[in-house]
């Protein structure tokens, strides 16, 4: 028997409905004939957790004496014993108490894997181990319960239940979160509008490193060599000073972060002579250009199109990223133009267009230090990056 698989429904906070959508997805599973059942769900006396949970087969649970108190845990035994297809197990990051065989709940689940049984699970981010001092720092609480991040990682599906801040305060407010004398301590604590926005960046922001990976995977997995827009690109303005080396650096450096991200270094210029640097200021950048092994044009004439070169920055370490430098005269660039085949970096095409620039960056006769070339982020999926 094969082991079984692990899907976890990710969260940026308590309430956001990685339970209900966890049950939902159950209820879709039994309706297609699948043999399911519940190894462990709290409802935490939220009414419409309990609702879903109804018509869903439900293991028994264990009962524990500690210091004097009865506490609940999932049967591991009885669930291996039953031997569904797939299991719902909410609460990943849960510590067991003592007495059970193990220490955490993901230990449990560990077991119904390798016995060929599918699960389905939450965790919020908060959980996450390497997030605990960043989590901290926000939040000023110090996630007790913890879950090792390869555990989540090693994921066969991983989904981001997301909702805004304001919406989950509301449903805070509303009582349908906890119960109503909590809810004025924890709206004005750990769900402050800032906690939650931060914890949901934090979620977004692995779930798309996730997303990243399996995406390398796939296109290793079929040999894909071509550049899919799938990520930012990043346009670096420059003046022909000496901070261009800095701020090409800092790119390629943001552009490692995620394989596919393409870097476009652009320098405008006035219509009636390169003001803002000279010549030999300019050529004087040739040394850090040679160094990214990026192909460098600059338009002589005010009247030919303007040239874009656009490449895709590899994922190897910075020094090795490939950033094409346009010069353009009187317009911006966003362009159509072929590019030509480079080691690593096979021949594609990019769009570009010139339009002329406007009167006051015509009459500006150098960029300001505030415009002077700063890194802009730029969605690939909007086609155009002008500077």
């Known amino acids: 028997m094969g082991r ?20 939902s997805e159950g209820h879709r599973r039994v309706e297609r004939g699948t043999d399911l059942v519940v190894g462990f ?21 264990r009962e524990l004496e500690y210091r004097g108190t009865t506490f609940t845990e ?13 299991a719902i197990i909410d609460e990943l990051a849960h510590t067991n108490v003592p007495g059970c065989r ?13 016995a060929g049984i599918d699960v389905i699970s939450t965790v919020n981010i908060q959980h996450l181990e390497s ?6 720092s926000i939040t000023g609480v110090r996630q007790r319960e913890t879950v090792p991040d390869e555990v989540v990682r090693r994921a066969d599906q991983i989904e981001l239940v997301d909702m805004s801040p304001q919406a989950l305060r509301r449903r805070m407010a509303h009582g349908n979160i906890y119960a109503p004398d909590k809810v004025d301590a924890a709206l004005s604590n750990y769900f402050r509008p800032g906690n939650l926005t931060a914890l949901r960046e934090l979620a977004l922001l ?20 071509s550049t899919w827009q799938a990520r930012e690109r990043i346009v670096v303005g420059l003046t022909g000073g000496p901070e261009g080396r800095t701020l090409i650096r800092r790119a390629a450096r943001m552009a490692a972060k995620g394989s596919g991200s393409e870097i476009l270094a652009v320098y405008i210029a006035r219509s009636d002579g390169l003001t803002s640097a000279s010549r030999r200021s300019w050529r004087s950048s040739a040394p850090w250009s040679r160094t990214w092994a990026a192909p460098s044009t600059t338009s002589s004439a005010t009247t030919s199109p303007p040239r874009c070169w656009s490449s895709r920055a590899a994922s190897t370490p910075p020094r090795s990223c ?7 005269r009187g317009s911006t660039c966003s362009g159509r133009a072929s590019v030509p085949p480079s080691p690593g970096n096979p021949a594609r095409t990019s769009t570009c267009t010139s339009s002329p620039m406007t009167r006051s960056a015509r009459a500006a006769g150098s960029p300001s230090p505030a415009e002077r070339g700063s890194a802009v982020h730029g969605s690939s999926r909007a086609g155009r990056s002008v500077l």
């Open 4 to 23: 079984g698989k692990l899907r976890i429904y990710l969260g940026a906070a308590p309430g956001v409905g990685k339970t209900y959508a966890m049950l």
């Open 41 to 61: 769900v709290e409802h935490h006396g939220r009414p419409r957790t309990e609702v879903m949970m109804r018509g869903l087969e439900e293991v028994g649970r």
């Open 74 to 86: 999932m049967d591991v035994d009885a669930v291996l014993g039953r031997a569904p297809a797939v």
């Open 102 to 114: 193990n220490a955490k709940r993901w230990q449990d689940i560990e077991e119904l894997l390798k």
């Open 131 to 136: 997030l605990g001092d960043v989590v901290e």
């Open 206 to 225: 692995w779930t798309a490193d996730r997303v990243d990976e399996y995406l390398q995977q796939y296109r290793d997995e079929h040999s894909i060599r």
């Open 322 to 328: 490939s950033v094409p430098v346009v010069g353009v």
